[in-house]
């Protein structure tokens, strides 16, 4: 089935830095890819849609200049948290599905990465 | 726009119990109706969808899921508990083959042994 892989599985940083997050589909080319931000014990809130060869979507409320996306080529989407404080310690994981799969498909999950910023 | 309902944060059976999680959806299309398991510090795992084929629908580790549009609902059983079900479960509805899914707040089920 579809995997992505998703590193690193966690990260901690200093205030200040930047961090990459990477997600690739192993055995599929994912045109759209979604990133989204989980708080401890809460759901997981949409942060961006990203698309192959084009700008990130990104949601109400989520600064573009500080959550950098990069969907460069059909199995690599990135993300990088420009300038990191505490507040942006979180867990985040994205998801896609293959480009050719029907409609009802459901999404194929990264693993998550755990984001601490100290 | 769509969106799901989960109700109860917290579901607590005892082991070889009945496990039943509750979803309600809002869409004003025909929604596709998912259910995800997140294990801590993990990815989500897609137990069953719902694809409008069958109504009752039949996923991994024995969950299955029943499709009731009258009451917008799409909640989660099975019939027997296990140890291993402890875990964050996501109801998640999305009305087009492209769009992001959008997530209930989660339920999280405890088992007593």
């Known amino acids: 089935g579809a995997v992505v892989s998703q590193h690193p599985s966690r990260v901690i940083c200093k205030s200040g830095t930047s961090v990459k997050i990477e997600c690739r589909s192993l055995?599929?080319?994912?045109?759209?890819m979604f990133w989204y931000r989980q708080f401890p014990k809460q759901s997981l809130m949409l942060m961006a849609t990203?698309?192959?060869?084009?700008?990130?979507?990104?949601e109400q409320g989520v600064e573009k200049d500080k959550f950098l996306i990069n969907h460069a080529s059909l199995t690599l989407s990135t993300l990088t948290v420009t300038s990191a404080h505490p507040e942006d310690s979180s867990f985040y994981i994205c998801?896609?599905?293959?480009?050719?799969?029907?409609?009802?498909?459901?999404?194929?999950f990264g693993s998550g990465t755990r984001l601490t910023v100290v | 726009a769509q969106s799901v309902t989960q109700l109860g944060s917290h579901v607590s059976v005892s082991e070889g119990a009945l496990v039943l999680l509750r979803c309600n959806y809002s869409?004003?299309?025909?929604?596709?109706l998912f259910w995800y398991v997140q294990y801590p510090n993990q990815g989500l795992q897609l137990l069953l969808k719902?694809?409008?084929?069958?109504?009752l629908v039949k996923g991994i580790n024995g969950f299955e899921a029943e499709f009731k549009k009258s009451e917008t609902s799409f909640h989660l059983t099975k019939p027997s508990a296990h140890m291993s079900d402890a875990a964050e479960y996501f109801c998640?509805?999305?009305?087009?083959?492209?769009?992001?899914?959008?997530f209930g707040k989660g339920t999280r089920l405890s088992v007593i042994a």
């Open positions: 998801s896609a599905r293959p480009r050719d799969s029907p409609s009802n498909y459901g999404y194929t």
């Open positions: 055995d599929f080319q994912a045109t759209t």
């Open positions: 990203s698309n192959e060869g084009s700008k990130a979507t990104y």
């Open positions: 869409s004003s299309v025909p929604p596709y």
């Open positions: 719902y694809t409008s084929a069958a109504t």
């Open positions: 998640a509805v999305r009305v087009s083959g492209n769009t992001p899914l959008v």
